[in-house]
């Protein structure tokens, strides 16, 4: 809950009205998993508190551990249904991808989400129960949006998430510690712009609208020149980042000629571009290229003005990629 809806409680339940603050540092900074530990409430709050409300949180109930130290963590959602989460370990950093949805609806061809379907959004709770619950939580430094779902298709529980990680009451976590990543949902991405600093990245993968449909089906409905303009709508030149995410793959998007026109899409965005190696998934006939066809696209990109990274390849032994740890779950679940 944000702290406006903790004051309703706390009116509610005949509370005082700094109550609300008392449980917001109890929930978001000393990360309490029951209503007892609240001890500066009465007993007879805490008692009245807890017949109606529970903390919520929930720990991982399952994981898988790479070689690298980067961490998948499966947590339980709704009915029968589960997320993924994954911690990665970085020399000073520790970052924490999470997801925002049970499945997803974008069904982009190379996403291992997109082929479970869609089965529901996470509330507020499940999304920020992926941050709290994690055991490495002490080591956190930065949390990306960019676990299973298209967070900006369940925005308004993704925006009270961000609240939380951000506000004063909660984590008080400056927003440049967080970003969402999404394929640009038009309407969602203004919204987010408009009421969030945190930094964005957009799943671009094509910089041509014909191929990027074939990739990714959102592009029907959601151009990737439109997002781009509204974009240009936006200053990215100070602390808030821009990036465009771009998964390359073999003989599909990897040539010169798609260089040029990613070059001509982005021409005059204050912006970077995050070139990633393909995880292999089941059953998708798409295949990585190997690092020196990355580091001669990086090399292009950024001698013609356009700063290019390559992001490091993480946890490839336990498929850090999502949705294959819960769509393992899933089927053994089915099958019994």
Request: net charge negative.
């Amino acid at each position: 809950m944000t702290l406006s809806e903790l004051q309703e409680v706390a009116k509610d339940l005949g509370m005082p009205s700094f109550a609300a603050k008392q449980i917001a540092q109890w929930l978001y900074v000393k990360r309490v998993k029951s209503i007892d530990e609240m001890t500066n409430l009465s007993l007879k709050h805490r008692t009245i508190l807890a017949e109606r409300y529970v903390v919520g949180a929930e720990a991982p109930i399952n994981e898988m551990r790479s070689q690298d130290g980067t961490v998948k963590y499966l947590f339980h959602a709704h009915d029968n249904h589960f997320v993924e989460t994954v911690y990665i370990p970085d020399e000073d950093r520790g970052t924490v991808c999470v997801s925002s949805q049970v499945g997803c609806k974008m069904n982009c061809k190379f996403c291992m989400t997109g082929k479970q379907g869609f089965s529901g959004n996470l509330t507020a709770n499940q999304i920020i129960n992926q941050i709290q619950s994690l055991p490495e939580y002490e080591h956190l430094t930065n949390v990306v949006m960019m676990g299973m779902g298209e967070p900006l298709d369940n925005l308004d529980e993704v925006m009270k998430a961000l609240e939380i990680m951000t506000a004063p009451w909660g984590y008080a976590w400056s927003p440049k510690r967080i970003t969402l990543s999404t394929v640009g949902l038009k309407k969602g991405l203004q919204r987010f712009l408009e009421e969030s600093e945190c930094h964005l990245a957009v799943s671009l993968h094509a910089p041509v609208p014909a191929l990027r449909r074939e990739l990714m089906p959102a592009e029907r409905a959601f151009s990737i020149v439109e997002i781009v303009d509204v974009l240009r709508n936006y200053d990215f030149s100070h602390q808030r980042r821009l990036s465009f995410e771009y998964i390359v793959f073999k003989g599909v998007n990897d040539s010169v000629v798609y260089a040029k026109e990613l070059l001509k899409l982005l021409r005059g965005l204050d912006c970077r571009v995050n070139l990633i190696r393909f995880h292999a998934i089941p059953n998708v006939d798409l295949e990585g290229v190997d690092m020196g066809k990355m580091t001669e696209l990086r090399d292009y990109l950024t001698q013609h003005g356009l700063f290019t990274t390559i992001r490091a390849s993480r946890g490839e032994d336990i498929f850090a990629a999502c949705g294959m740890l819960s769509t393992a779950k899933q089927e053994e679940i089915n099958k019994n």
